[in-house]
């Protein structure tokens, strides 16, 4: 009897100490993991987003390894290959403009532009004397070409981290169904619960992924149209432009076409100048406001300042990977608030009704 009391007695505090060396060994693997913290993010990402064709391929090939091995080479054709020709094109289309911007002041056709505008008079005559604007475009040019060559050979580093995400990815789609018994198994949650996390889990990490980059890649199409037909230069490099300015919240297509049109008026163009500001203002702005409720808004399920917020804010705190961890703490912080109001009010419940017997 007394040993039963004393194992009673030891038993708070034994929770206690087993529940401090659980926190603090979390606490350990996280900032373990923090140096892998982009690899995991998207390894899980692309692992989410190819899980369609995954299946697929297990349905053809039986063995767990050769189908994760398939749908991982397939992730890195249809990712990592047009990502390298992309940025390399991208690299270099920005290197011709600054060189064609380049020729242009170096033969004076920038400030006889501007001199002939009364009132930029005055300031072209100060750029001039600050600024060395040849040598300065010759040195961005250079820069940009030093930074292609540098993309296409890759660093030690960023290899590492692509190698090391596609490694992440292979066990991710190989060793799923195990990865998610555990997590049940760990949430102090019900089956219905755990299942409608991951979930949801999935729908923001598609609403993030696909609706943000679906309405840049329509922003930015429509804005290097525009420049394509008016004639203005490198129309790839400024659509690409436009769609990543497009992505963040706060910034947008504008902050490449209003220059451009003020450079047309200041060239005399006016009547360029006027269909560029219409198609951005109208229809390139205005394409936002139909397809981002529409594809983002509908399944993040997020209003949209704390989608703004989560989005800006993931990225301030970790990088590119915020891009995704900012809009998923939000959406999973809020549904497990929302478990347990409920579980509260169950429990409450429960007690009233004991109370009333």
């Known amino acids: 009897m007394t040993q039963k009391i004393a194992s009673t007695g030891r038993h708070p505090l034994a929770r206690l100490v087993l529940a401090f060396a659980s926190a603090a060994g979390i606490l350990l693997c996280v900032l373990i993991a923090l140096p892998f913290l982009g690899a995991i993010t998207w390894a899980l990402t692309l692992a989410i987003l190819f899980l369609p064709v995954h299946l697929r391929i297990e349905r053809l090939v039986k063995h767990r390894n050769i189908a994760a091995l398939l749908s991982t080479a397939i992730v890195i054709l249809v990712v990592v290959v047009p990502s390298v020709f992309v940025v390399e094109r991208l690299i270099s289309e920005a290197a011709t403009g600054i060189l064609a911007l ?26 001039d004397k600050q600024f060395d604007l040849p040598l300065m475009m010759a040195s961005i040019a250079s820069w ?16 590492v981290e692509v190698f090391i995400t596609f490694y992440l990815l292979f066990y991710f789609l190989r060793d799923r169904a195990a990865a998610k018994a555990m997590f049940k198994k760990w949430l102090p949650l019900h089956q219905k619960d755990s299942e409608h996390l991951f979930r949801r889990i999935s729908e923001t990490v598609h609403a993030t992924i696909y609706g943000t980059l679906a309405v840049a890649a329509v922003q930015g199409t429509l804005g290097g ?39 047309l008026i200041l060239d005399g163009s006016w009547a360029r100048a006027f269909v560029l500001s219409a198609w951005g203002g109208i229809v390139v702005g205005g394409i936002d406001n139909v397809l981002r409720p529409m594809f983002v808004g509908n399944r993040l399920r997020l209003h949209t300042i704390p989608a703004f917020i989560s989005i800006v804010g993931g990225l301030l705190l970790f990088g590119a990977p915020g891009f995704i961890l900012g809009p998923l703490a939000a959406t999973v912080t809020m549904l497990l608030v929302e478990f347990w109001i409920r579980q509260e009010a169950t429990r409450q419940t429960d007690d009233l009704a004991h109370e009333e017997v």
């Open 102 to 127: 380049q020729a242009r002041v170096a033969s004076g056709d920038l400030q006889a532009l501007i001199n002939s505008h009364p009132r930029l008079a005055p300031l072209g005559t100060w750029i």
């Open 144 to 159: 940009l070409s030093n930074i292609g060559a540098t993309f296409v050979k890759g660093s030690f580093l960023q290899g």
């Open 225 to 263: 149209l525009m420049f394509w037909v008016l004639g203005l230069p490198t129309p790839l490099l400024w659509g690409l432009v436009m769609g990543l300015l497009s992505i963040v919240p706060v910034l947008g297509a504008f902050v490449v076409w209003i220059p451009a049109a003020m450079l």
